[in-house]
T-cell receptor, first 116, second 114 residues
Framework: KAGVTQTPRYLIKTRGQQVTLSCSPI?????VSWYQQTPGQGLQFLFE???????NKGNFPGRFSGRQFSNSRSEMNVSTLELGDSALYLC???????????????FGPGTRLTVL | GNSVTQMEGPVTLSEEAFLTINCTYT??????LFWYVQYPGEGLQLLLK?????DKGSNKGFEATYRKETTSFHLEKGSVQVSDSAVYFC?????????????FGKGTLLTVNP
């Protein structure tokens, strides 16, 4: 079974630009979450999508947005990039985003975004 | 809100040494607890998990027991290998019944020398 895939793996942008990152979940998984990982703040939850609906959002500005398609693939967008947006962006998928039992989040390799 | 506190790293051990990485948490309700591992240049891999009190998660020689009375989930391994060198993250799920929003500790860098 293929794992979570993220594209691109590396990205370099300049301040003020916008960027779109893509995530393909494990086949059959309907919940997709996004996290930002930085040396200073660690891993922080961005948002989660289930059946094309955003169910929850972390404490990030409105420049960070996302969407999910009918095939469960998800994209996140960051507009008006700032230097502080440089980070590893991780996508994770699970069956339903529910606790317990076999429903667990599996992470992709991440997209390394560098803002110059 | 929920929080996870992990022992500060880095931790440096010799091959075959015993490993303990401490993890304590603060949460309402009954969250599930996880250990994830991140190898250099890669994303997170689930190492083990426990979904209720007194559960023991285990995988690849690593173990952790969900201790509700001490709000802890310490990671242990009896004999580490060089290939175990990585960053280890303790995490908990939102106890509201969803696992899609994990709260992570800061991570502990483990280096195992031959």
């Amino acid at each position: 079974k293929a794992g979570v895939t993220q594209t691109p793996r590396y990205l370099i942008k300049t301040r003020g630009q916008q960027v779109t990152l893509s995530c393909s979940p494990i086949s059959g998984h309907r919940s997709v979450s996004w996290y930002q990982q930085t040396p200073g703040q660690g891993l922080q939850f961005l948002f989660e999508y289930f059946s094309e609906t955003q169910r929850n959002k972390g404490n990030f500005p409105g420049r960070f947005s996302g969407r999910q398609f009918s095939n469960s693939r998800s994209e996140m967008n960051v507009s008006t990039l700032e230097l502080g947006d440089s980070a590893l962006y991780l996508c994770a998928s699970s069956l339903y985003g529910r606790d317990g039992g076999t429903d667990t989040q599996y992470f992709g390799p991440g997209t390394r975004l560098t803002v110059l | 809100g929920n929080s996870v506190t992990q022992m500060e790293g880095p931790v440096t051990l010799s091959e075959e040494a015993f490993l303990t990485i401490n993890c304590t948490y603060t949460a309402t309700g009954y969250p599930s607890l996880f250990w994830y591992v991140q190898y250099p240049g890669e994303g997170l891999q689930l190492l083990l998990k426990a979904t209720k009190a007194d559960d023991k998660g285990s995988n690849k020689g690593f173990e952790a027991t969900y201790r509700k009375e001490t709000t802890s989930f310490h990671l242990e391994k009896g004999s580490v290998q060089v290939s175990d060198s990585a960053v280890y993250f303790c995490a908990l799920s939102d106890s509201g019944g969803s696992n899609y929003k994990l709260t992570f500790g800061k991570g502990t860098l483990l280096t195992v020398n031959p």
